[in-house]
């Protein structure tokens, strides 16, 4: 049985399921099914009012967003989904400080609610800066269905690691 690198701290019992859709070659069908369509938010200057909204709507009181981009540099598959950045520079005799998120540039095509589910985990890091009970519980609050997109989202890097492509949606 090949490792699920992305599903390590799942309950065996689940793990089991998602190798029963593997071996029955139905993930990919599992996913369109359930996420039919990708999002639209295509260019960098989208994604930055998108996540701006987000961050405005849920979190107001943090510091504003300064960049918010796509990254063809990010791994995915030996990184990360996206990276968030508190950038400190002197300026004369002030000191700025700068807010940025970088999205794997892969996600470029995925369901609305993938990129959600990166968009709230890296605006959630600037409140919370670790993984802890308080992180979760805020990404929940932006995203009610946070862990189950999760969950669906590692299936999905299951899918690309497994079958070397990404699947693609309308």
């Not at 993930?27 to 938010?41: G, I, N, V």
């Not at 510091?63 to 063809?72: C, H």
């Not at 993984?131 to 946070?146: R, T």
């Amino acid at each position: 049985m090949k490792e699920l690198k992305y599903l390590n701290h799942y309950p065996p019992q689940v793990k089991e399921q998602v190798h029963k859709l593997i071996k029955a070659d139905k993930l990919s069908a599992h996913l369109l099914k359930k996420y039919p369509y990708s999002h639209d938010k295509r260019s960098d200057k989208t994604l930055f009012s998108y996540a701006n909204d987000l961050k405005n709507q849920h979190i107001k009181k943090a510091a504003p967003l300064n960049k918010v981009i796509y990254d063809g540099k990010i791994n995915v598959i030996h990184n990360a989904l996206g990276t968030h950045h508190f950038v400190s520079r002197v300026q004369g005799g002030k000191l700025k400080a700068k807010n940025e998120i970088r999205i794997a540039s892969m996600f470029k095509s995925v369901p609305q609610d993938f990129l959600e589910m990166i968009v709230v985990h890296e605006l959630s890091h600037f409140k919370e800066k670790e993984h802890n009970k308080a992180f979760y519980k805020l990404c929940e609050y932006m995203q009610p269905s946070y862990h189950q997109i999760e969950f669906d989202l590692r299936l999905y890097l299951t899918h690309i690691d497994i079958n070397g492509k990404l699947q693609e949606w309308n």
